[in-house]
């Protein structure tokens, strides 16, 4: 095709989670052509150098990584028509420093550039439906390395976009070794150092925050979300207003999963966990909830996802696990309950409640704090590491099972 402007899908500039339209790649560096450089954000929010995030290190992208060019600059760097790659491409721009990790991949990457991408729907001018993604690439990753320890990534993208590719360094490198012009159809550029550069990024403090002022549908998730759970289940379980599972296997009440964390780092106390699990037997048996107590590396992984999303109320210590909150439905009842050392505190999981439509609730011993749309903790705090991540957390079972019983009894709307 000739060689055309490049605009931002919707004319919306998101730091590290920028889609554009007719976006250009020639010897590994992207170009955006156009007349009105200034509708452009820097490029330090769009990407960054390839290379790990340090605190020493300047990150801002050079000429090497990216440029805008003119109409004019054009016809010299890119010649008069360009190779066209159709669809729409999330160009994943993460080394495997922070990629290599279940939250990080699906609890950011993912569920930012979701949110995003999702939000072009709602603005004029936007043909909808919006397409799926065709290919997902990572110019910085060599082989498998994006892979998590656990195993779930590769799986939950192949259950989420069975069509679609994932693509590595590797290809970059064909792009420029043929010496041609190509052209993205559409593209995001995902990019951690530039998300980094948001201001609201000093509120929570993950690379997900730039994304949490751009106005999504509420459902953004639901049909992502679906689709994993059927493709890697089997089926979909049906749950009612209050969270009693209706399709087979049937519950008699809403369910409510504990993630134990006694087998690794960061766990409870064994006489806090024992009580725990007492408290919640006590809801139980008063039929206000069926209850799972889960150790999530003893279930294969499709038994975990199955699981997960006949559940309303997931309660666990601050960890990895508390990342399947991702694919437990959302409803009026939905919610997450969080333990952490007394008086810390980190967003991780609770800007995913945020997101998929929960309500979290961080339990510190024998208190528990919420927070309203709108509102939030202030900062992160982790106190002394050796506490937070150590095998001597305390909880007080009843505090927990309290929240637990009002959000499965208090009239909901």
Same mark, same amino acid.
Request: charged share 20%.
């Given at each position: ?21 007719? %976006? ?13 450089? !200034? ?22 992208? /050079? ?6 060019? +003119?109409? @004019?600059?054009?016809? %010299? ?35 930012? @550039? ?55 360094? #590797? ?80 519950? !008699?009440?809403?369910?409510? /999963? ?10 409870? /106390?064994?006489? @806090? ?29 499709? @038994? ?41 505190? %980190?967003?991780?999981?609770?800007? %995913? ?13 024998? +208190? ?9 903790? !202030?900062?992160?705090?982790?106190? #002394? ?20 019983? #009002? ?7």
């Amino acid at each position: 095709m000739p060689i055309e402007e490049t605009t931002l899908a919707g004319g919306m500039a998101v730091p590290g989670f920028n889609v554009f339209d007719r %976006l250009y790649v020639w010897n590994g560096t992207i170009y955006a052509v156009t007349s009105d450089p !200034k509708a452009f954000p820097e490029l330090r929010m769009v990407l960054s150098r390839p290379g790990d995030v340090k605190s020493d290190h300047n990150m801002d992208p /050079t000429p090497s990584e990216m440029q805008i060019i +003119s109409p @004019a600059e054009a016809k %010299l760097f890119l010649g008069e028509s360009a190779v066209v790659i159709e669809g729409m491409s999330f160009i994943l721009w993460d080394t495997n420093q922070f990629m290599a990790h279940y939250y990080h991949w699906w609890g950011e990457l993912i569920l930012g @550039a979701m949110r995003v991408y999702s939000s072009l729907s709602l603005l004029p001018g936007i043909k909808t439906p919006l397409a799926q993604p065709q290919r997902f690439i990572l110019p910085n990753i060599n082989g498998s390395t994006w892979r998590d320890r656990a195993g779930v990534d590769g799986p939950l993208m192949r259950a989420g976009w069975p069509f679609a590719s994932i693509e590595q360094q #590797d290809f970059w490198r064909d792009l420029a070794r043929l010496n041609q012009t190509f052209v993205f159809e559409r593209a995001m550029i995902v990019c951690r150092p530039a998300a980094h550069k948001s201001p609201l990024a000093t509120l929570w403090y993950k690379m997900i925050s730039s994304s949490m002022n751009v106005t999504a549908p509420p459902d953004f998730w639901q049909p992502l979300q679906r689709r994993v759970i059927r493709n890697a289940v089997g089926y979909l379980p049906e749950l009612d207003e209050n969270g009693k599972v209706l399709s087979e296997p049937r519950s !008699k009440a809403p369910v409510v /999963t504990y993630i134990s964390r006694q087998g690794g780092v960061r766990r409870l /106390t064994s006489e @806090a966990h024992e009580g725990l699990v007492d408290a919640l037997r006590g809801l139980e048996s008063e039929g206000l909830c069926e209850l799972n107590v889960v150790a999530m590396e003893n279930l294969t992984f499709s @038994a975990q996802l199955e699981m997960v999303a006949r559940t309303t109320v997931m309660v666990g210590v601050h960890g990895n696990g508390l990342t399947h909150q991702l694919w437990m439905p959302s409803s009026p009842r939905s919610t997450v309950v969080e333990i952490f050392f007394p008086k810390s505190y %980190l967003h991780d999981y609770e800007i %995913l409640a945020r997101n998929i439509g929960h309500k979290h609730y961080a339990i510190w011993n024998d +208190s528990s704090v919420t927070y309203p749309p709108g509102k939030w903790f !202030k900062g992160v705090e982790q106190g #002394d590491r050796t506490n937070f991540n150590g095998y001597a957390i305390p909880v007080h079972g009843p505090t927990v099972a309290e929240v637990v019983r #009002d959000r499965l009894t208090t009239f909901t709307p």
